[in-house]
T-cell receptor
Framework: DSGVTQTPKHLITATGQRVTLRCSPR?????VYWYQQSLDQGLQFLIQ???????AKGNILERFSAQQFPDLHSELNLSSLELGDSALYFC?????????????FGNGTRLTVT | AQKITQTQPGMFVQEKEAVTLDCTYD???????LFWYKQPSSGEMIFLIY??????QNATEGRYSLNFQKARKSANLVISASQLGDSAMYFC????????????FGQGTRLTINP
């Protein structure tokens, strides 16, 4: 058990809808990262938050947004969903951004857009 | 920009044999970290081992070791005495010291251990 909690585990929704994925980092970890894993794109970095502030942005679509709350949990909001958004979405956390600090991943939320 | 290349899409190994999973990387950072993760069919990402760019010794964690060759920019994972439970996807990743603090992942290698 990595200590990172993601909910829900599975999500099935229709095109055009909006969903929210939730993540609770490991106790003591200030950084939260969101990744998207799809068969054709592999593991793609979306966005990072550190202690409530956005720290880095990756290949995140404008239809997607995220935030980290004062209690350090994070939410990833996906709107105007398309079939191509179907993927496994991971949240990961780390103590900070040091190069020797591994990311600890949650079990992921599998999103299916129909 | 950082890049990880894993050239073996799939590998098949007999149980109890040792296996080496290849990873090469490219970065302009002088200081960086290299990581290996395991993803079983259940989907979770499990951190296995870390190697720092300035570490002189190869990292080891139980049956996992990292064959780090800095001049060749390679960081191969070696699994000794493979077990059926080692069947999974394995990802090599790196993290630089500057700029974005994200992990950059390779495309992964699917390892299958045969009994």
């Amino acid at each position: 058990d990595s200590g990172v909690t993601q909910t829900p585990k599975h999500l099935i929704t229709a095109t055009g809808q909006r969903v929210t994925l939730r993540c609770s980092p490991r106790s003591g970890d200030l950084s939260v990262y969101w990744y998207q894993q799809s068969l054709d794109q592999g593991l793609q970095f979306l966005i990072q938050y550190y202690n409530g502030e956005e720290r880095a942005k990756g290949n995140i679509l404008e239809r997607f947004s995220a935030q980290q709350f004062p209690d350090l949990h994070s939410e990833l909001n996906l709107s105007s969903l398309e079939l191509g958004d179907s993927a496994l979405y991971f949240c990961a956390s780390s103590v900070g951004g040091a190069r020797n600090s591994p990311l600890h991943f949650g079990n992921g939320t599998r999103l299916t857009v129909t | 920009a950082q890049k990880i290349t894993q050239t073996q899409p799939g590998m098949f190994v007999q149980e109890k044999e040792a296996v080496t999973l290849d990873c090469t990387y490219d970065t302009s950072d002088q200081s960086y970290g290299l990581f290996w993760y395991k993803q079983p069919s259940s989907g979770e990402m499990i951190f296995l081992i870390y190697q720092g760019s300035y570490d002189e010794q190869n990292a080891t964690e139980g049956r996992y070791s990292l064959n780090f060759q800095k001049a060749r920019k390679s960081a191969n994972l070696v699994i000794s005495a493979s077990q059926l439970g080692d069947s999974a996807m394995y990802f090599c990743a790196m993290r630089g010291a500057q700029g974005a603090q994200k992990l950059v992942f390779g495309q992964g290698t699917r390892l299958t251990i045969n009994p």
